[in-house]
């Protein structure tokens, strides 16, 4: 199985900062990666897809990069709403594998 | 609208069994696989199953190949997960998916979960 590595686990930051998330596969994933949203008590929320693509409805401020092994989701000016815990998924091969989460707090 | 509505979850004794079942409306059920994730209290989420959408192709977590079978009723938007030989670790929160437009197995749309406890 390709492992996910997140970090950081817990992130804290203010409204309006830069936030930068980075994830880890254990080998190559041919770009098939996404990153979720997720509020405690509530499904998760797909933000990104194929790395880089902004799923609909989700706001501009959400990117995603990367390639090979190492990606990151960037907030771009962190919003109230934004406090959550973000996760990576891999869906190059089964088993589909996630990151471990990471939580951005308020400072 | 997409919804998913998961139901069957419960408490059950280990090594029992459980069935759960997810129906779906707002889209052509036949068209999008499916897949089922858990989510374990306050921890992370784990992909447990997935589907295609004719039904004729399978795929399961090593953690539950053997004891969890997927299968899904296109005449009646339902996708359901077959849970037997229950463990205590798979005590979770079972989440109904349905694969965004733009890709196969990346998520946009989620029911909102049952709970599957395992314990006597």
């Known amino acids: 199985d390709t492992q996910m590595t997140q970090s950081p686990s817990t992130l804290s930051a203010s409204v309006g900062d830069r936030v930068t998330i980075t994830c880890r596969a254990s080998?190559?994933?041919?770009?098939?990666l996404a990153w979720y949203q997720q509020k405690p008590g509530k499904a998760p929320k797909l933000l990104i897809y194929?790395?880089?693509s902004l799923e609909s409805g989700v706001p501009s401020r959400f990117s995603g990069s990367g390639s090979g092994t190492e990606f990151t989701l960037t907030i771009s000016s962190l919003q109230p709403d934004d406090f959550a815990t973000y996760y990576c998924?891999?869906?190059?091969?089964?088993?589909?594998?996630f990151g471990g989460g990471s939580k951005v707090e308020i400072k | 609208e997409v919804q998913l509505l998961e139901s069957g979850g419960g408490l059950v004794q280990p090594g029992g069994s459980l069935r759960l079942s997810c129906v779906a409306s707002?889209?052509?059920?036949?068209?999008?696989?499916m897949s089922w994730v858990r989510q374990t209290q306050g921890k992370g989420l784990e992909w447990v199953s997935a589907?295609?959408?004719?039904?004729?192709?399978?795929f399961y977590a090593d953690s539950v190949r053997g004891r969890f079978t997927i299968s899904r009723d296109n005449s009646k938007n339902t996708l359901y997960l077959q849970l037997s030989r229950l463990r205590a670790e798979d005590t979770a929160v079972y989440y109904c998916?349905?694969?965004?437009?733009?890709?196969?197995?990346?998520?946009?749309?989620w029911g909102q979960g049952t709970l599957v406890t395992v314990s006597s």
């Open positions: 080998q190559s994933i041919n770009n098939w």
């Open positions: 998916t349905r694969d965004t437009v733009g890709a196969t197995n990346a998520w946009s749309d």
């Open positions: 589907i295609n959408g004719a039904g004729g192709k399978t």
């Open positions: 707002g889209f052509t059920f036949s068209r999008f696989a």
């Open positions: 998924q891999q869906y190059n091969s089964y088993s589909l594998t």
């Open positions: 194929d790395v880089s």
